[in-house]
């Protein structure tokens, strides 16, 4: 894995669109820690995810993780399957009923959420949001579920949300604080 995206890498940023956009999901999984609880398949509206979401499309694996490159946090992917070594990681498949509306189906489209994880660093990848056909979303973003059973922003874990009535929920850094203004994700256009 490279770096986070920022959004000056306009060649990644063309390339993570292309790989997506048209594709049909297959298939869903987690890289997850055998340790921290979430080993076993998740369901209901928001998911945490440890390392990695690998997307199985026709053609090849996208994987989503958490980079940091100093003080930039953001987003990163690639279009190889990760290999876990060692027994503190598993695959998990992604069985959800919120999963299980969107597999089969085509992603229609890829918008961008941005952040500035520190001052004096670049934008870089906050979240993603996959459109489906019927109006169907799917946000991952950097996070992690708080003990209120919201998203809260946490720079080296993944969440995974099916209803984005929970960004309007989703806290800042330490989970004390709700985002101020709007979560806004950018369109191709």
């Known amino acids: 894995m490279t770096g986070p995206i920022l959004r000056t890498d306009l060649a ?14 297959e298939d869903v999984a987690y890289g997850q820690s055998a340790y921290a609880g979430y080993a076993d398949p998740q ?24 980079a940091r490159d100093d003080r930039v946090e953001g987003l990163s992917t690639s279009a190889t399957e990760p290999h876990y070594d060692g027994d503190d990681t598993v695959l998990v498949p992604a069985t959800s009923t919120a999963w299980a509306v969107v597999i089969g189906q085509t992603i229609a489209s890829v918008d961008l959420g941005w952040q500035i994880s520190e001052t ?12 489906f056909p019927g109006d ?15 998203a809260w922003y946490h720079p ?11 960004l309007t929920r ?9 985002v101020t203004g709007p979560i806004l994700f950018e369109d191709a256009s």
């Open 120 to 131: 004096g660093v670049p934008e870089s990848l906050w979240g993603l949001r996959l459109g």
């Open 43 to 66: 369901d209901g509206d928001i998911h945490q995810v440890d390392f990695a979401l690998l997307l199985r499309l026709p053609s090849q694996v996208i994987t989503i993780t958490w």
């Open 170 to 178: 989703y806290r800042t850094l330490g989970g004390a604080t709700p």
């Open 12 to 25: 990644r940023i063309a390339e993570l669109r292309s790989a997506l956009v048209g594709e049909r999901l």
């Open 136 to 150: 169907r979303r799917v946000v991952v973003a950097l996070g992690e579920i708080g003990p209120d059973a919201a």
């Open 156 to 166: 080296d874990t993944l969440v995974v949300l099916f209803d984005e009535k929970d």
